[in-house]
């Protein structure tokens, strides 16, 4: 039977070379006979999505083949298969969904517009290409390997088209599809991530972000599998981002509450939601992995920390987000008023706005807004304004924004708090980086520090330096 769920992303088969190179991977560990879940080949995704929206803008089916994306969809995948030797059969079948894709695209030109189930359905055929492709080219090399397409009967999810959610049948059914008979040939399965079908209409839904770390964790748990493999390019999930620090580490475990901390506020780890099928198993984690360096052990992500591992750290990493603004509410009134921060977050709630981090005094709330809800909300500076006036209109404080904010998220062994905190402001101090604001206690695993986002990466460097000093 199957041991382990190897998930593999689309800059890990952007090409015939990287195909190539996750091939080498896979047959490295001959004992394992994985099931690989894979994603789309490279800019795919992004490529379909925009032939969606260019359709709009073309009359003829022959306008829709001449798009741009169309035809870049067409010969990465067409040059992938040349490269790779591919059998005939696998062509027709590429070729199939690639003139499915043309009649889509030809049926938005017609009906002028892209529904959400029309885009869920455009996208899906980036998962289902790169999967036969792989498959094949496994065979070809003499790997017994079999394409699984998780919209075939096996994923089942809501009705969301473009953010499904897992509904417990799945398991069920993974599980039926997944497990081999007694006696059978050992085969290698390539499953589509990211895909599902709808329990009631039957449409192609996908995952939402995260989607094919989902599809990796559900495969897990439905086959009670003790590990899930996410490769990467870095060697497992790091003490800060190596872009903005030299000399960052690799962390060798996280709790799954450290790893959902790390995600919130910015680290390329797991999606939160990806980790829930793994958080409700008893014994699955999920190991990061570096397809460059294959023997490196990686980052385990589980219930619980290893201490031993962990015995002389006191953070596993520090993040930080960018293009946060901070709200100032003061109001002499709140001083044991009830029912004043009741107030404070229904009008937060009527304007759609999420709040990031929450600090306290007797007069005082400072709250930091979630960047990624005000960039998908466009929020822009009159929307700001409109929510000072309704806390003004309410009479109950005056309010003030500053925008060109980040926050500094601590995570780690918060019960030392105290030698965190001092180390902290020492490092901080000495890089003279002045902090606005704090927040610790609901988090059991971080702390989180506001500072002007000029002095960002300043701030990030001089704690990273204090806690993982460069060794000699």
Same mark, same amino acid.
């Given at each position: 039977?199957?041991?382990?769920?190897?998930?593999?992303?689309?800059?890990?088969?952007?090409?015939?070379?990287?195909?190539?190179?996750?091939?080498?991977?896979?047959?490295?560990?001959?004992?394992?006979?994985?099931?690989?879940?894979?994603?789309?080949?490279?800019?795919?995704?992004?490529?379909?999505?925009?032939?969606?929206?260019?359709?709009?803008?073309?009359?003829?089916?022959?306008?829709?083949?001449?798009?741009?994306?169309?035809?870049?969809?067409?010969?990465?995948?067409?040059?992938?298969?040349?490269?790779?030797?591919?059998?005939?059969?696998? +062509? =027709? !079948?590429?070729?199939?969904?690639?003139?499915?894709?043309?009649?889509?695209?030809?049926?938005?030109?017609?009906?002028?517009?892209v529904t959400p189930r029309t885009r869920a359905l455009l996208v899906?055929?980036?998962? +289902?290409?790169?999967?036969?492709? $792989?498959?094949?080219?496994?065979?070809?090399?003499?790997?017994?390997?079999?394409?699984?397409?998780?919209?075939?009967?096996?994923?089942?999810? @809501?009705?969301?088209? =473009? &953010?499904?959610?897992?509904?417990?049948?799945?398991?069920?059914?993974?599980?039926?599809?997944? @497990?081999?008979?007694?006696?059978?040939?050992? %085969?290698?399965?390539?499953?589509?991530?990211?895909?599902?079908?709808?329990?009631? @209409?039957?449409?192609?839904?996908?995952?939402? +972000?995260?989607?094919?770390?989902?599809?990796?964790?559900?495969?897990?748990?439905?086959?009670?599998?003790?590990?899930?493999?996410? #490769?990467?390019?870095?060697?497992?999930?790091?003490?800060?981002?190596?872009? =903005? %620090?030299?000399?960052?580490?690799?962390?060798?475990?996280?709790? $799954?509450?450290?790893?959902?901390?790390?995600?919130?506020?910015?680290?390329?780890?797991?999606?939160?939601?990806?980790?829930?099928?793994?958080?409700?198993?008893?014994?699955?984690?999920?190991?990061?992995?570096?397809?460059? &360096?294959?023997?490196?052990?990686?980052? %385990?992500?589980?219930?619980?920390?290893?201490?031993?591992?962990?015995?002389? #750290?006191?953070?596993?990493?520090?993040?930080?987000?960018? &293009?946060?603004?901070?709200?100032?509410? @003061?109001?002499?009134?709140?001083?044991?008023?009830?029912?004043?921060?009741?107030?404070?977050?229904?009008?937060?709630?009527?304007?759609?706005?999420?709040? !990031?981090?929450?600090?306290?005094? =007797?007069?005082?709330?400072?709250?930091?807004?979630?960047?990624?809800?005000? #960039?998908?909300?466009?929020?822009?500076?009159?929307?700001?304004?409109?929510?000072?006036?309704?806390?003004e209109n309410e009479g109950i404080a005056s309010v003030s924004y500053?925008?060109?904010?980040?926050?500094?998220?601590?995570?780690?062994?918060?019960?030392?708090?105290?030698?965190?905190?001092?180390?902290?402001?020492?490092?901080?101090?000495?890089?003279?980086?002045?902090?606005?604001?704090?927040?610790?206690?609901?988090?059991?695993?971080?702390?989180?520090?506001?500072?002007?986002?000029?002095?960002?990466? !300043?701030?990030?460097?001089?704690?990273?330096?204090?806690?993982?000093?460069?060794?000699?």
């Open positions: 039977q199957h041991s382990v769920v190897m998930k593999f992303g689309g800059s890990s088969v952007a090409d015939a070379a990287r195909m190539r190179e996750v091939a080498t991977i896979v047959m490295s560990f001959p004992e394992h006979m994985p099931v690989l879940v894979l994603s789309a080949m490279g800019k795919t995704t992004n490529n379909l999505l925009m032939a969606g929206e260019s359709a709009l803008q073309c009359d003829t089916k022959e306008d829709v083949r001449a798009l741009e994306s169309i035809k870049a969809v067409r010969a990465l995948h067409m040059d992938t298969m040349d490269a790779l030797g591919t059998d005939e059969e696998t +062509r =027709e !079948d590429v070729r199939g969904l690639l003139k499915k894709l043309e009649q889509v695209c030809t049926g938005i030109a017609l009906m002028q517009e899906s055929f980036g998962e +289902r290409m790169s999967t036969r492709i $792989f498959a094949a080219y496994l065979r070809s090399l003499g790997v017994n390997s079999e394409q699984v397409d998780s919209t075939d009967d096996v994923f089942v999810t @809501t009705d969301d088209y =473009e &953010n499904g959610s897992i509904l417990d049948e799945t398991y069920e059914k993974t599980k039926a599809r997944l @497990t081999l008979p007694p006696g059978a040939k050992p %085969v290698v399965r390539v499953f589509t991530g990211f895909l599902g079908r709808g329990i009631k @209409t039957g449409a192609i839904c996908t995952l939402g +972000r995260g989607g094919s770390d989902l599809t990796a964790t559900v495969i897990g748990k439905a086959l009670g599998l003790k590990e899930v493999q996410v #490769w990467k390019d870095v060697d497992g999930v790091l003490s800060a981002d190596p872009r =903005e %620090v030299e000399g960052t580490v690799p962390m060798p475990f996280l709790s $799954f509450q450290e790893a959902t901390e790390l995600a919130y506020f910015g680290a390329q780890v797991l999606h939160p939601q990806s980790m829930r099928p793994a958080m409700d198993s008893d014994e699955l984690c999920v190991r990061v992995k570096n397809s460059y &360096n294959i023997r490196a052990p990686g980052t %385990v992500i589980g219930h619980s920390r290893a201490d031993d591992l962990h015995a002389d #750290w006191l953070l596993t990493s520090i993040v930080q987000k960018k &293009n946060v603004t901070m709200l100032d509410i @003061t109001s002499t009134r709140m001083l044991g008023q009830f029912g004043f921060l009741a107030k404070v977050f229904n009008i937060m709630a009527t304007n759609g706005i999420s709040v !990031d981090v929450v600090a306290t005094s =007797e007069v005082s709330v400072s709250l930091t807004l979630d960047p990624a809800k005000l #960039w998908s909300r466009d929020l822009a500076k009159e929307e700001l304004d409109k929510l000072v006036q309704d806390f500053s925008t060109g904010h980040s926050i500094l998220s601590l995570i780690g062994n918060v019960e030392r708090n105290n030698e965190i905190m001092e180390r902290s402001f020492k490092a901080l101090r000495a890089a003279d980086v002045k902090v606005k604001m704090i927040s610790q206690g609901a988090s059991k695993t971080n702390i989180s520090l506001l500072v002007d986002q000029a002095q960002g990466s !300043d701030a990030v460097r001089a704690i990273h330096a204090e806690f993982f000093p460069a060794k000699k």
